[in-house]
């Protein structure tokens, strides 16, 4: 069974900060994997997908990077903005090409 | 257009009510999902339309009826919930390639649900 988790749960940085969030899955048989935020009580918003024969891709300040073989992918933030508040998940589809969550990171940017 | 609409955004139903919440995306999509989140948990799957037809059933109670009636509708009734199902339902979409559901997957806004 595939699991997903996702380090730091919570993360405080202040404006204009570079940061790192971290995803790590159990399976390494992987579709591809998919970066989402998620604002409080409302949908999520797809930031970027990975397929599993990729090993970045980026848009505007935001870059992700996938390492199958070692099950992880980290998702980097340039220059930080008060915006960029949310909580950010990790989801990776697998196995009968079903997806799996991991339980986020709840990320604020303080002006 | 890579948006998915629902509706109700919010809506408030006591346990013998019968309701419905309605998702609509016209990406072209052909498989669609409902998914239910709770606070601070990860969305998790109910269920997976492929071509219009139910192809994941997560062991859903039958109090949470889906219905797909074309390739861009998908509604999910609701009869007799409990408390414990208020929660916030997404509906999302991705592109099928001859049955491989592996694409990118966009979620709408979201149905907030309380059951009194």
């Known amino acids: 069974k595939q699991e997903v988790t996702q380090i730091p749960a919570a993360l405080s940085v202040p404006e204009g900060e570079n940061l790192v969030l971290n995803c790590s899955f159990t399976d390494s048989a992987i579709y591809n994997l998919q970066w989402f935020r998620q604002d409080p009580g409302k949908g999520l918003t797809s930031l970027l997908l990975i397929q599993s024969s990729q090993r970045e891709q980026t848009s505007g300040r935001l870059n992700a990077s996938l390492d199958k073989s070692s099950g992880r992918s980290t998702l980097y933030i340039a220059a930080s903005q008060p915006g960029d508040s949310a909580t950010y998940l990790c989801a990776v589809r697998g196995g009968y090409q079903k997806v799996t969550f991991g339980i986020g990171t709840k990320l604020q940017v303080i002006p | 257009d890579t948006e998915v609409t629902q509706t109700p955004k919010h809506l408030v139903m006591g346990m013998t009510n019968k309701k419905s919440l309605k998702c609509e995306q016209h990406m072209g999509h052909r498989a669609m999902y409902w998914y239910k989140q709770k606070a601070k948990k990860p969305p998790e799957l109910m269920f997976v339309y492929s071509y219009e037809k139910l192809s994941i059933n997560e062991s859903v109670p039958s109090r949470f009826s889906p219905e797909c009636p074309n390739s861009s509708l998908l509604n999910l009734h609701l009869h007799a919930l409990q408390p414990e199902d208020s929660a916030l339902y997404l509906c999302?979409?991705?592109?099928?390639?001859?049955?491989?559901?592996?694409?990118?997957?966009?979620f709408g806004e979201g149905s907030r649900l309380t059951v009194l």
């Open positions: 999302a979409s991705s592109q099928l390639n001859n049955w491989a559901n592996t694409g990118e997957l966009f």
